[in-house]
């Protein structure tokens, strides 16, 4: 696992060094919120559906705790 700059934005690789989490500021893409994504090497999946990007605004505990499990899960 490693930090790297992707397009000019953080991102994490797996243990392949494939990208598998990236953030996006808002600011950069004039978005309305910051977004953190998944990439398919992120094996997230989940049955019919997996998670893709969340939108971030103002993440309370509950939201960073689901948002860590989900980036260790990715990574790991």
Do not use: H
């Amino acid at each position: 696992m490693g930090a790297k700059a992707w397009y000019g934005m953080p991102a994490y690789m797996n243990a392949d060094g494939k990208v598998v989490v990236f953030f996006q500021v808002a600011a950069t893409f004039k978005y309305r919120n910051a977004t953190i994504g998944f990439q398919e090497d992120a094996k997230l999946d989940d049955g019919n559906t997996c998670p893709s990007s969340f939108a971030v605004t103002k993440p309370d505990a509950a939201d960073k705790k689901q948002l860590v499990a989900l980036l260790k899960k990715a990574v790991g």
